[in-house]
């Protein structure tokens, strides 16, 4: 029987250290081929290039297993994967792991998580994983523990259509951790914040900063289960319409 294919990207570029963790397990399951960033690209969301050319280029970073750079977008990987270097279909797209987490309404901003959304547009099993450490020397041995067994589960089992999970785990040790929990998006908000700044020509300029506040505190969403040491695994749609609030709008008879 042969290996299912794996696409492998992310947004943090192809150097990434947790793009090699999530390599590593992906080749011990099947055939990989990685098709990931030239150069890091958080909070890129679901962009993708269309005034400039995508290049591609074959890179060498892991070793014999199939790689390209690309000098797009993470949702640019996919794209040029399932229709220009891909011969089929893969059998699943798996996108990381994320330095920060991806949790609650970070998955509106994530490039991670943008490639696995479009992955899940082609009906593709799709997963995005990240680990709520924003340290280049982070621990991704309990993460990459976490994804064999989500990976492994998703390829054997009915995957739901046109849906994706978002996939968070928190900085701890894997003995820490208390396991996985299926739960729904939290409502989270970063609350924006920018810090001014003046060059040496006295012009101002602003960095983007904040802080991530939950504001409802419920038990059953992602940041809970983070902030009770479970791994948060979110199932994902691109369908962003307002079902519940139909009926109501249909009141205004326009």
């Not at 504001?215 to 948060?232: C, F, H, I, P, R």
Request: proline letters at 5%.
């Amino acid at each position: 029987m042969s290996k299912p294919l794996i696409l492998v990207t992310n947004d943090d570029g192809i150097t990434a250290p947790g793009l090699k963790a999530l390599v590593e397990v992906a080749s011990d399951i099947g055939e990989v081929i990685v098709i990931a960033p030239d150069s890091p690209q958080s909070g890129m969301g679901h962009a993708i290039t269309v005034n400039n050319p995508i290049r591609i280029d074959k890179s060498e970073v892991f070793g014999t297993i199939q790689a390209y750079t690309c000098s797009g977008t993470p949702v640019d990987c996919v794209k040029v994967g399932i229709f220009q270097l891909l011969k089929q279909k893969p059998d699943l797209i798996i996108s990381g792991i994320n330095h920060g987490s991806n949790a609650a309404t970070n998955v509106i901003y994530s490039g991670t998580m943008s490639a696995a959304v479009e992955g899940s547009m082609e009906n593709i099993p799709s997963i995005g994983f990240s680990l709520d450490d924003f340290s280049h020397e982070a621990d991704f041995e309990p993460t990459q523990h976490f994804a064999r067994i989500i990976i492994e589960k998703a390829l054997k089992s009915d995957f739901p259509n046109n849906v994706c999970l978002n996939v968070n785990v928190p900085k701890l040790s894997l003995n820490e951790l208390k396991g996985i929990k299926i739960c729904r998006q939290a409502m989270a908000f970063w609350e924006d914040r920018f810090d001014e700044r003046e060059d040496p020509l006295g012009k101002k300029y602003y960095w983007l900063t904040g802080k991530f506040k939950d504001q409802e505190g419920a038990d059953d969403t992602d940041m809970a289960a983070l902030k009770n040491g479970y791994v948060s695994v979110v199932p994902v749609q691109f369908d962003m319409t307002a079902h519940h609030t139909i009926s109501r709008l249909n009141q205004w008879k326009m």
